[in-house]
Structures are given as C-alpha cells and as structure tokens.
C-alpha cells in the first residue's frame, strides 16, 4: 500500500525527474536568448562568442529533447541525440511532432514566436539603453 513512508518507484522518480530537467532546459533556453539577444544588439559584428552560443544552443535543444522524451517514455535514439546538437532546427520540430503529434508542432512554432519576440525586446532594450547612456556599450 503506497503511501507517504514509502518511497516512490524509480520509474516516477525518473520521469518527475526527467520533466523538473526538461523544464529547467526550457528556462535556460529562453535565458540563452536573452544574452544572445545582448550581444546581437551592443556587438552587430560577428564575435568569437557566437561559436559558444551556436554550441550551447545545439546542446540545450538535444537536451531539451532527450528529457522531453525520458519524462515521455518515448525512445530517442543514441545517434539521434547527437545529430540534435548539430542539426537542431531540423530535429526539434521533427521530434515534437513524432512525440506529440501536431500539437507537438504547435507548441515548438509556439515557442518559436515567444522566442525570437522576446530576442527583439532584449535587442531594442539593449539597443536603446546604450544609445541613453552614450553609447559606451559599443
């Protein structure tokens, strides 16, 4: 009889587990844009940081799925995983509209608008507050 002195099976553990990561990824994504979004808006001029942000985002995206479907119960394939790192803009959408279907689809183009709005906003903030300033920034 499950109850609260005892210890939940490892297979709830997991997927609780799986969906807190998957959820933290996302935060991390969307934070990921708002730097992106700072150093498009006060360095125009491609920099060396860029190869760290394209990485990071590879990774972020892989793990974005990778737990999507660990919290799913879906399998992702080990070399699927690392084709998401690099071929993320494919993978993602296809992966969400395998995993859930065309509401998965909706979501990830759901998330894309909240995502390059929110790179605009951080961009034009950015942009603005180092013209108010001087332009020192730049």
């Known amino acids: ?6 210890s939940p099976s490892p297979e709830t553990v997991g997927t609780a587990a799986s969906a807190r990561m998957f959820r933290a990824l996302l935060v991390f994504l969307y934070l990921l844009v708002v730097l992106f979004g700072c150093r498009t808006a006060l360095l125009p001029e491609r920099q060396r940081v860029d190869w760290i942000f394209s990485g990071t985002f590879g990774v972020t995206f892989a793990g974005i799925c990778i737990f999507h479907a660990r919290a799913n119960g879906k399998r992702f394939v080990h070399a699927a995983q690392w084709l998401t790192v690099f071929l993320w803009p494919v993978i993602v959408p296809v992966y ?43």
């Open 1 to 6: 009889m499950p109850g609260p002195l005892h």
């Open 96 to 138: 969400f509209t395998w995993a859930r279907g065309f509401r998965g689809l909706g979501l990830v183009l759901l998330h894309l608008v909240l995502l390059v709005l929110l790179w605009l906003l951080v961009c034009a903030t950015a942009l603005l507050t180092s013209i108010a300033v001087g332009g020192s920034f730049l």
